[in-house]
Structures are given as C-alpha cells and as structure tokens.
Nanobody, 122 residues
Framework: VQLQASGGGLVQAGGSLRLSCSAS????????VGWFRQAPGKEREFVAA???????YYADSVKGRFTISGDNAKNTVYLQMNSLNPEDTAVYYC?????????????????WGQGTLVAVSS
C-alpha cells in the first residue's frame, strides 16, 4: 500500500485547508485511515481517523474544527481543517492500518505516507 498526502500550505489564523491522502496498491487490506501530526520539538500526535463503514474519531484539540471523510471511488481520505490556529502548525501524516482497533496509536498503523506541512500564521 502506498499513501500520498497533499494539500498542506501556509494559511492565516482562522483560515482553512483540506488535506488529501490517496491510496494505491493493496487497498482492500485497509480498514482504517488516520491523520497524525508532528510539530517541531514535539511527539507525533493523533488528529483524526476514519474506519471502514465511516466511523470517525477525533482528538479533543480538533473536534468541531476538523472533519475527516473518505471517497471510496477515488481511494482518497480527506481532512478538512477549519478555524486553524498557530497551534495546528505541524507536518501532517496520513497512515493506514489493517485493523479497526486502537486508531489513536501511531504504532499500530501499517502504512505511512510522506508528510505535508501545514503552517498557520497569527
């Protein structure tokens, strides 16, 4: 499975961005996709995840601002990010896993895409 993340950029506080994670390869093995982020000097943290059949999960810090969704026809998962603030600045990674459990734990993911940088200016 190969994952390609895109959509990062520089945005002002209060603005929006939409990240995309496109999957290819043995995608039938995927049961969940997650987004994680890592800010400079900090550990990688869970942002959001979507499981097969559409169940979604969010970190408390992004609830109500971020929305994760999937387009099966395009093999793509999106992360719509609204009301961005400087604390959201980080490299964002998408990841996929073969199981639908422990979605918040990065160590349980089987496949990772390259990161895409999101920078929010104040």
């Amino acid at each position: 499975v190969q994952l390609q993340a895109s959509g990062g950029g520089l945005v002002q506080a209060g603005g929006s961005l939409r990240l995309s994670c496109s999957a290819s390869g043995s995608i039938l093995s995927i049961n969940a996709v997650g987004w994680f982020r890592q800010a400079p000097g900090k550990e990688r943290e869970f942002v959001a995840a979507i499981a097969w059949k559409g169940s979604t999960y969010y970190a408390d810090s992004v609830k109500g601002r971020f929305t994760i969704s999937g387009d099966n026809a395009k093999n793509t998962v999106y992360l719509q990010m609204n009301s961005l603030n400087p604390e959201d600045t980080a490299v964002y990674y998408c990841a996929a896993k073969r199981t639908r459990t422990m979605l918040v734990l990065s160590s349980t993911y089987d496949y990772w895409g390259q990161g895409t940088l999101v920078a929010v200016s104040s």
